[in-house]
Structures are given as C-alpha cells and as structure tokens.
C-alpha cells in the first residue's frame, strides 16, 4: 500500500486548526519540531489534565485527504490542516491499518501508528456540524471515528508535499485501531 503527502502543517501555539507549510522535521521520539503537541510525554490539554507522565502517543496526526473529499460532499468545506493534522494523505486507508504498523514518509522519515484521532468538540467550533461526519456508530452500534490517526516518529526526517508514503505492516496478529 503506498500514497502521498498532499500537505504539511505545524502550529507553535494550541489552536485547533494548523497552517501549512513548505515542510515539517519530525524528531525521533519527540514529533513535529516546533508543533505545540511535541513531547515525549502527553501535551494535548485534556491528556495532561489527566496525567502529565503519560507517554506521548499523539505526536503525529496523519489525516487521509478522502475525508475532506466526503466533508465535501456533505456539504462542508474543510482545507489541510484546518482539523489539526500534521500531515494530510492520498491513497493510504489509514483507518484500516493495525497497530503499530510503520508509515515511511519521504526520504527518511517513519512513523508508527499508535490508534486513532479522537474528534473533539472543537471540530464544532471549527464549524457546525462536521462532528457527526467524522464520529457516529455502526449497524452494530459500535463507535466508529474517521479524524485519522495519530502516530510516534521512529527516525525523523524532513517531509514535504508530494513525498511518498509507503506502509509497512507489523507482523500478525494484527491488533485493529482504537482512540488514543
């Protein structure tokens, strides 16, 4: 399985959305250089409110470019980097990928998915309404999130739009997705 990068974004200060860039460095162990959620230990707010020890699982979110296709569909218009993502991609179905599996992105950089983003109440300040489009149940009523995933850098590099992005899954037995 393999995609590409279609956007990089990185925010110093706490804001849901995150502007692009021409590049992001991801940092071995730490995340995004300069992204206010880049730490060995957890720096979303609600995390730290909780336990400030806790291993950092978030440093990277990686949100599939489809989504904002289906938002659109929906009648929402959302851009790269407005739900929070560092790296927007194309052709990877992120979702269905298991734990720990490795997505090497560009020349050098790697990163391990850890689970998935879960939507928050700020998509709604964002704009009304995209929350029920990417968080609700399935037949069996089980919650289904679709915000993307969110990983920890393996060996850091630069990454760029256009780069590739090639998967790499763990060996078996796979372990599906949950939030994290």
Do not use: W
């Amino acid at each position: 399985m393999s995609g590409v990068v279609t956007a990089v974004s990185s925010n110093g200060e706490y804001s849901f959305t995150k502007p692009n860039r021409e590049s992001i460095t991801l940092l071995a162990g730490l995340g995004v250089e300069g992204d206010v959620h880049a730490g060995v230990t957890v720096k979303h707010r609600s995390r730290v409110a909780q336990d400030p020890t806790q291993p950092n699982l978030r440093q990277v979110h990686v949100i599939q470019e489809e989504l904002f296709d289906e938002l659109g569909e929906a009648g929402f218009r959302v851009a790269a980097g407005e739900l929070g993502e560092n790296i927007t991609s194309r052709g990877v179905d992120l979702l269905g990928l298991p734990v720990g599996a490795l997505l090497r992105v560009g020349a050098e950089a790697v990163v391990e998915v850890t689970g998935l983003r879960n939507p928050c109440l700020q998509i709604e300040g964002f704009q009304p309404g995209p929350l029920k489009q990417v968080v609700g149940r399935d037949g069996l009523g089980n919650i289904v999130r679709r915000a993307g995933v969110m990983s920890i850098v393996k060996a850091g590099g630069v990454v760029r739009p256009g780069d590739a992005i090639t998967v790499e899954l763990p060996a078996g037995p796979h372990r599906p997705l949950d939030r994290v």
